[in-house]
């Protein structure tokens, strides 16, 4: 949405930047509530992040990249936010991110290819401790692979976090927008088997 910026006396529209359709879909599938805490790894340049702060009164994110280009983009980006302390953005690979355990109770990445090319063992392990029990993971791609080939990516990213002890596994599905959904157990979760749904919404956290 365009904002204004005076100087002196001459307002001048500023366009902010737009925020891709496969962000606007990913962020619509993590159930944002007022205070949630939240992560988001392979940031890019921070489109994501600028959707999600608008839907997060009273709450934090993190954003990490392992790119020190895509992280001062991001940051440059939203840097209201950075400047308020809502917004915190780090280089750092996710497989060295080192928070204490339970700080977030959702985390995303949008077109993060490690889940499919290996198994992010290291990433996966990191990610689980770092969400709350029963905090969700969201692992999103926009449009890229023949359906065939989405297939066998969603496929490799179900397998690789199924593997980690996440539970509730949804694969989700729409016509151009794609993505493995899960939660961390909560005390007493027993391991369901996965669901696959197309263009559901989880209820907020």
Do not use: I
Not at 8 to 14: D, E, F, M, R, W
Not at 26 to 49: M, N, T, W, Y
Not at 98 to 113: C, E, I, K, L, T
């Amino acid at each position: 949405m365009p904002t204004q910026v005076r100087h002196g006396q001459l307002a001048v529209t500023v366009a902010r930047p737009q925020v891709p359709e496969r962000n606007r879909w990913a962020v619509d599938q993590l159930g944002l509530r007022p205070g949630s805490r939240v992560l988001e790894f392979g940031c890019g340049g921070g489109a994501a992040a600028q959707l999600v702060l608008g839907r997060l009164p009273g709450g934090s994110m993190l954003a990490v990249d392992r790119s020190a280009t895509a992280a001062a983009s991001a940051a440059a980006r939203n840097r209201a936010a950075v400047d308020a302390g809502v917004l915190t953005v780090r280089r750092v690979p996710l497989a060295d991110l080192d928070v204490p355990a339970g700080s977030f109770d959702v985390a995303f990445g949008v077109d993060v290819n490690l889940f499919w090319t290996g198994s992010a063992g290291s990433e996966l392990s990191v990610l689980r401790e770092a969400l709350v029990p029963g905090g969700l993971l969201l692992v999103a791609y926009g449009p890229g692979p023949r359906p065939e080939r989405r297939a066998v990516l969603l496929e490799r990213v179900h397998a690789a976090v199924a593997a980690h002890g996440f539970v509730d596994l949804e694969v989700l599905e729409e016509a151009r927008f794609s993505g493995v959904r899960a939660r961390v157990p909560s005390a007493g979760t027993a391991v369901q088997p996965p669901h696959r749904r197309c263009g559901t919404k989880p209820s907020a956290m």
